[in-house]
């Protein structure tokens, strides 16, 4: 046997060992990920869709449905942990259910963790439907009355004496419904939610089941789509850039940090401030508009420490222990970082460091418990995962081309 | 008389039910509400049905030794023991036997079926998806070959589709590959989509008027 019909005759063993490891290690090593991800346009329509949902304006909610079992979970539950960051990071109401039954204990556990790190409370801004009998009758029935299909909550609370469904007795009043499934249970959304009730649809699925859906995007009968786990790197992403562009994403690796929250109060002279703005490139802008007439002005200091913490931030964290205290925003953002938000902000991104370029005038209260030491143990679930999905693929396509070369060139001899 | 019954209630239903999705009225939509209530109270018998199923099944192959037999006992058991657990743990002050867990104290049946859910459910559950992932490596490499212009066209496509979502970032393979999806995909899947929602029409008319009694089993 000549060195080409052993290329075509590769053990598939071998080929399982190559493919475990080519998933494994991208897995175990942080891999640094391209500064912007330019999310594929079914992604970024879903995106979108739910920014332009005004959560202030007419109260409309979300609708998921949690159609997937534990063999689709490493596919569809980095879209769902991010539709609801989402959709938590934008104050809006959020409903989960199922429709088979397996659904539900995964959008109770996604809720229960999402909501901790998003300071969400149960009840006030999302609601766990559970799990009924008969998706047909499901779907058509909640286009009547919600509280028709689900009286109840999954935790037997009547509906009516939760605050978050305040105004929301059907379709009517969301802005979205969207389904994970991991078979075709999307269908049953078109058909009987979309169509009948006009209601806006979207769906998750399997990458398997992408081709399949394209009649329904070209139609314009779902709004959206994210498909595979691909889809939910993108949106981590795109969330991360609209709402915490700032905050470098760490993968897997180092997902446990300490993050510590003091909280001071302090009068300083403007000198100290300027000269402290100017060492760490502050908009001095920012500053000046925060001073008040007296020149003093009371800070908030927002303090993590990380395990890597880098020469930079460790220098920043020493400067302000010693001098000073602000409260920190975002570049670009309209958001107060208050302990609060922080917490969420560490939680949720795993932060490694964050840029400090804006000072705004204090707002919380100094004599506000010391947190310290909070332990975090959350990472970007799609992010983490691209690396070794993209291995895969290739893995797939070296050993098809392998095959082909082998077969050919063997072939031609004879 | 056994299959008349049935077969006047499909026609009948089938045909009201039409015609409402038409109607706005009042009359109609309460009509509706109700036939959806029916729909999942019937619903829920068919779990009774799958689980008499499941059981008459497994209890078979043990009886008569046949193939396999020996993983039925471990598929009854766990069937057995998720439903005792899960019932017990949902039922209403059931807060006896708190295990302590993270400083909380949860009683010990919502414990167990968590922990049976997410230890063994989940893992084994993804763990037998994850392996498709190495058949289609293995089977790929030994099958797929550019034989002929379809096979050739083939290869192409799915190259382009998998390096469109490795490299949608750097290459324009991931506007190609979004373009191969929207376009010629989808022009194919509507036609396939179209030609199955005319033969499931068809297939409902034929049930609706009694046509078809396949689902009452058989024609006679």
């Known amino acids: ?414 | 008389m056994k299959r008349r019954i049935p077969l006047t209630i499909t026609l009948v239903l089938g045909i009201v039910l039409m015609i409402q999705f038409f109607i706005p009225h009042q009359f109609s939509q309460d009509f509706k509400n109700t036939a959806l209530e029916w729909l999942r109270v019937i619903g829920s018998f068919a779990f009774i049905i799958g689980l008499a199923s499941f059981v008459t099944h497994h209890a078979t192959k043990i009886r008569h030794k046949k193939e396999g037999w020996a993983y039925s006992p471990i598929a009854l058991g766990a069937l057995v023991i998720m439903a005792v657990i899960g019932i017990i743990g949902r039922a209403p002050n059931m807060s006896w036997l708190p295990v302590t867990v993270h400083g909380q104290q949860i009683p010990v049946f919502t414990y167990l079926f968590a922990n049976f859910y997410n230890y063994m459910m989940v893992p084994l559950g993804a763990t037998m998806f994850s392996v498709l992932a190495f058949y289609i490596a293995s089977a790929a490499y030994r099958s797929f070959r550019a034989k002929s212009l379809v096979s050739i066209l083939l290869l192409i496509a799915a190259f382009i589709i998998m390096l469109s979502i490795i490299f949608y970032n750097v290459l324009p393979l991931g506007d190609l590959g979004e373009w191969l999806l929207s376009v010629p995909n989808m022009a194919a899947k509507r036609g396939i989509l179209l030609g199955a929602s005319l033969g499931g029409i068809a297939t409902s008319l034929k049930i609706i008027l009694g046509i078809e009694r396949g689902y009452i089993g058989g024609t006679k």
């Open chain 1, 1 to 414: 046997m000549n060195f080409w019909e052993k290329l075509g005759k590769i053990d598939r063993r071998i080929i399982y060992m190559v493919l475990a490891v080519a998933v494994i290690v991208p897995l175990i090593l942080t891999v640094k990920l391209p500064s912007k991800v330019r999310a594929m346009p079914r992604t970024k329509s879903v995106f979108d869709h739910i920014e332009s949902i005004d959560p202030n304006g007419q109260r409309k909610a979300i609708l998921l449905s949690v159609d997937f079992d534990p063999q689709t979970e490493p596919e569809l539950k980095p879209q769902l942990e991010a539709i609801i960051r989402h959709a938590f990071a934008r104050n809006i109401p959020l409903l989960v259910m199922a429709l088979p039954i397996q659904g539900t204990d995964i959008g109770l556990d996604v809720l229960t963790r999402l909501a901790e790190e998003h300071n969400k409370e149960y009840g006030i801004d999302y609601v766990l439907l559970g799990w009924k009998p008969s998706p047909v009758a499901v779907v058509l029935g909640m286009g009547n009355f919600i509280d028709q299909v689900f009286p109840t909550d999954y935790f037997d609370t009547p509906l009516s004496e939760l605050p978050v469904m305040e105004g929301i007795r059907n379709y009517d009043n969301l802005g979205l419904a969207m389904d994970f499934t991991g078979s075709s249970l999307y269908g049953y959304w078109v058909y009987y939610a979309h169509t009948p009730y006009d209601v806006p649809v979207a769906t998750g699925v399997t990458a398997v089941s992408v081709a399949d859906i394209y009649p329904f995007l070209g139609s314009k009968q779902f709004v959206g789509m994210l498909a595979g786990m691909k889809a939910g790197a993108e949106y981590e992403r795109l969330a991360k850039d609209r709402y915490y562009p700032n905050v470098v994403v760490k993968c897997l690796g180092k997902d446990s940090y300490n993050v510590t929250i003091e909280k001071q109060s302090y009068d300083a002279d403007s000198n100290d401030i300027v000269s402290l703005a100017r060492r760490f490139d502050l908009n001095l802008d920012e500053l000046y508009n925060t001073l008040d007439s007296q020149g003093k002005f009371e800070k908030t200091l927002v303090l993590l420490e990380f395990l890597d913490t880098t020469t930079y931030s460790r220098d920043l964290i020493v400067r302000l222990k010693e001098k000073q205290a602000y409260t920190i925003t975002l570049e670009g953002q309209k958001l107060t970082v208050n302990k609060d938000k922080m917490l969420a902000i560490a939680n949720f991104y795993g932060v490694s460091k964050l840029k400090v370029n804006k000072l705004l005038k204090k707002e919380d209260n100094p004599q506000d418990p010391k947190v310290t030491d909070v332990e975090r143990s959350i990472f970007l679930r799609g992010t983490q995962a691209l690396p070794a999905l993209s291995a895969s693929l290739l893995i797939i396509i070296l050993f098809v081309i392998l095959g082909n070369i082998s077969y050919f060139t063997t072939r031609r001899k004879k």
